[in-house]
Structure formats: C-alpha cells, structure tokens
C-alpha cells in the first residue's frame, strides 16, 4: 500500500534522476567538443555572433559564408528565437551557453513526453516509460550531443509541450492553459521559417480530429501569414546585400572564373531543389503537376534509410496514425526533395518530426489492450536504444562506457568521434590568445565559435582583403568556400597573395596556423 501510495513520486524522482544523467554527460561532451574546436562557425559560431550582435545593439546581425555583416535574413533563415537568448549572454558571452540552454530545453522534453503519454494513455507508468523512450531516441541523442545550437531544436519541444496543453485543455476549458499554449506555438514558431506550416497543419489535424474550428482555423491562418512573411518578405529584403562581400573577394582575390549566381537569388537555399525548378513557382508546379517524377528525382537512399530510423525505433506504430504523422510533410518535403543530402537521423533538421511521431504513435497505442501498450512500449525503448547505438548516438555509448556496460554493440564504439579531436586545441588557443577581441577577423571555419563575438568573423578566405586579423591554416580549406563556388586552387592564391604581400605581418605561427596582422 504504501508503495503504491508514492509510487508516481518514485517514478517522478526516477525520471528526473535519469535526465541529470543525460544532462551531464551531454554538458561533459558539448564542453570536450568546444575545447577542441569541433562545433565552428558553421553553426554554433553564427548563433553566437547573432545573439552577442543583438546584445551589443546590431540587430541580429552575422558575417555570412560570403563574408557579408548581413541581418540573419539575409542567410534566408529566420530563426528570432535567438533574440530571445540575448539574456544568457548578460551572464556569460561564451557560445557554450547556447549548447547548455539548448540541453537543458531538449531534456526536458521526457517531462513533456511524460504528461503527454498520461494524457494520451491515462497511466502514470507508462507515461515515465515513454518520458524514458523520449530520452533514449536515436535523434534526441544526436541532437543532444553531436549537433550543435540550432533554434528548431528548442521549437520540437515547445511544439511538444503546446500539443500536450491542447490535450488537456480538451476537456477543462481553461483560458489561462489556452493563453500559455499559445506562447508556446509562438516560441515553436520562431525556430526557423517553415515551422508555421507545421503549425498550419497541426490546425488542421485539430480540425479533423476534435472539430475544433476556433483553435484549427487560428493556427492555420497563423501559421501561413507568419510563412509567407519570413519567405516572401523577410528573407528576399536581403537578397541584393548577399553578394557584395562576395563581388568585393572576386575583385580583390582577382578571380574571374567563378559563377555563383546560383547562389543570390531570393531565397539562398534554392539551389538545393534545382531539379525541380529556380523559383519557389517552379518548384511548386513541378510537385504539383508532376509529384511522382519530383519524388523520383529527389528521394535518395539515405532519405529513406533516415526514414527508418525515425520510425522503427517506435515499431512504426506511427503509421498506424497516419493523419498525425501528415503534420509532418512540410517538414518532410523540405528535407526530402532536396538535391543535397540533408535528411538524417542525425541531423537537426529532423527535430520538428521527433514530437509528432512520439504523437503518432502514442495515439496508434491507444488502439491497444493495456498488456499489449506494455509490451510495446517496453519493445519501444529497446529499439530506441538498439537504434540509437547502431547509428552512434554517442549519448548511449558515453553512458555505457560509464558504467562498464558491455554491450553486444560493443562495434560502435570504435567510430566514437570523441575518441580524437581533429585538431590541435594548444596550438590554436596560442593563436587565439593573439587575436584582440574588437577587431574583425577572418579565419578558420572550426575557430569560428570561439572567435564569434565581434562585428566580422568571416571564414577564410572571404574577407582577407579588409580584415584587421586573418588566421590561415594551410592545411584547411574551406566546405563553405567549396559551396560557393571557390576551389581550393583558388584560396591557395589568395593565400600566396597574403604571404607576399607588404600590408600583413606574420604576428605568430604554430605548424601550419598562421596569424596575420593588416598593417
């Protein structure tokens, strides 16, 4: 009796036990990571930039891969959430605060897990069986430890949060829990500029599902009115500052051979669904006249296989619920019929799908006799965790490592990135240490986040034309550089330029790092 009395309590506490472990060991990795340089510019370093920018009075201002001090529009994301970050930089400017806040928001999506499964399922156990599914999902673990700060992450929870709140106020009616679901759906929505269309057909789902036309309507019109502002008129404003920095380089690099047009149209990320078009009407004609040939064209074997590993951790109960899993096609499309492989378990762009699959397939459970919603969510945590080591989440194999597990996927142990750091953390904090912290500076991508907090942190060799400051390591070029156009023939004679020229002075050396000073 007295068990059962406490025993929610024992399942609370257990809980939360569980998340100060995946809390900590996830800090102790992001802070491994850090020190050895292995987040960079590309994207913890323009997270930052823009968070210490709006700080210091510059509006969510960045340098961009073509070197540009440009609004965060003008890089064709709208991510505002960051605005709202700016506090944790009146406690400490260290780009380490955005992973850490970033940790502590995902993690505490197993208590939104929690509420939700009791709400779906009515049963306190398995509602802290599926907080611990939530923990040990293969994409959570990767978010957790392998990608870097990125706003749509904190937005998968806040959505996850926000849909648990419309459950429950399903019944209780309340105007304060309504008022707060909607604080919620804004901060889901200002993660990243597609996120209202997953709102828009969340409303629509809530539609169909409890013939809701207040709230469904509401979200629908929100969700597509704040979509049309951040793509037709946010991210096109910018359109002509891109290629200035970049007209500037090609000029003073005296290059001629480079047509990265491609690049400076409306919306910088176009390219990548240039088999089906070179505007947003394209695009859309091509899907809409032709959907079989543009899936055919786009779909890859990694975007399937990215699929699966989705789905299978939770037995593909989701597909059961399909109408809930169709909130997921803006998400879906955007990632799938891209011509670049973006799609993967593994990478932030498949955050906004983590809350409506754990919806998917707790609504699937419901169809289920309780013995049998036991069962498979007993085998839910397995495959999470079966998956999870098949495809590296270094969360898992850290915590197993801890505590001596042996596991039968002992294999994957070896590929643990964290057993090497690519670079040389003494000699680069010896450079660092050099680099005064008002001028600009353009350098190596995997310095970028430490170097972030100024006005101009370019990666080399944008910039190395008017930078007070160029760090160059020539043993690095640039994927950034690569993707718009400039090979590494060309970055090796912008750096014999530099080496020969009389406006730079070596200031220090250490192997093949150079730091130059613009005299």
């Known amino acids: 009796m007295l068990f059962k009395k406490h025993s929610n309590l024992i399942l609370i506490i257990s809980l939360i036990l569980l998340m100060l472990l995946v809390f900590y060991t996830s800090a102790k990795l992001a802070n491994f990571k850090y020190n050895n340089f292995m987040y960079g510019k590309f994207d913890l370093g323009n997270m930052s930039q823009v968070v210490w920018n709006t700080k210091h009075g510059n509006f969510i201002m960045v340098t961009d891969q073509f070197g540009n001090d440009i609004s965060r529009f003008g890089m064709s994301h709208v991510d505002l959430i960051l605005v709202l970050l700016t506090p944790l930089y009146f406690i400490k400017e260290d780009p380490r605060m955005l992973i850490f806040f970033q940790q502590f928001i995902v993690i505490s999506g197993a ?20 907080g611990v599914a939530f923990l040990v999902y293969p994409a959570v673990g990767h978010i957790l430890t392998k990608q870097t700060f990125h706003g749509v992450s904190l937005s998968a929870v806040f959505f996850l949060f926000s849909i648990y709140l419309y459950l429950k106020n399903q019944t209780l009616k309340n105007k304060y829990i309504n008022l707060l679901f909607w604080g919620l759906i804004i901060l889901t929505l200002l993660g990243k500029e597609e996120i209202p269309l997953v709102a828009a057909f969340f409303g629509i789902w809530i539609i169909y599902k409890f013939k809701d036309l207040k709230q469904g309507l509401a979200l629908l019109t929100v969700g597509i009115v704040w979509f049309v502002i951040a793509f037709f008129i946010l991210i096109p404003k910018y359109e002509d500052q891109r290629s200035i920095e970049f007209d500037n380089f090609i000029q003073s690099a005296e290059i001629t051979q480079v047509n990265s047009s491609v690049f400076f149209k409306s919306n910088f990320f176009l390219h990548r669904y240039s088999q089906l078009g070179d505007s ?97 969510t007993f ?27 042996n596991s039968v996927f002992a294999r994957d142990l070896i590929n643990n990135e964290y057993q090497n750091a690519k670079n040389d953390p003494a000699c680069i904090n010896q450079i660092l240490r050099l680099i005064p ?9 995997y310095m970028g986040a430490q170097t972030s907090m100024r006005v101009t942190n370019a990666v080399y060799p944008m910039r190395f034309y008017d930078a007070d400051y160029l760090a160059i390591d020539l043993n690095e070029f640039s994927v950034h550089a690569n993707e718009i156009g400039i090979n590494k023939q060309m970055q090796d004679s912008v750096t014999a330029k530099v080496f020969s020229s009389d406006e730079y002075k070596i200031v220090d050396q250490c192997k093949s790092l150079f730091l130059f000073k613009r005299l």
Not at 115 to 129: D, I, P, R, Y
């Open 111 to 130: 208590v939104a897990t929690y509420l939700l499964a009791g709400q779906v399922l009515k049963s306190k156990n398995l509602a802290f069986l599926w």
């Open 280 to 376: 947003y009407f394209q695009i859309g004609e091509s899907l809409i006249l032709h959907p079989f040939k543009s899936l055919a064209l786009s779909i890859s074997t990694e975007d399937k296989q990215a699929l699966i590993y989705l789905l299978a951790p939770q037995l593909f109960l989701s597909v059961i619920s399909l109408p809930i899993l169709l909130i997921t096609l803006p998400e879906l499309a955007i990632n799938i019929l891209s011509n670049q492989n973006i799609f993967a378990v593994d990478n932030h762009r498949v955050s906004m799908l983590i809350p409506i699959v754990f919806l998917a397939s707790l609504f699937a459970l419901t169809k289920f006799n309780r013995k049998l919603q036991y069962l498979l």
């Open 379 to 405: 085998l839910v945590i397995f495959f999470s965790i079966y998956f999870s080591f098949k495809t590296n989440n270094l969360l898992l194999i850290e915590i197993s490592k801890k505590f001596n597990v």
């Open 437 to 445: 912290a008002t001028v600009s500076y353009t350098g190596p991508n």
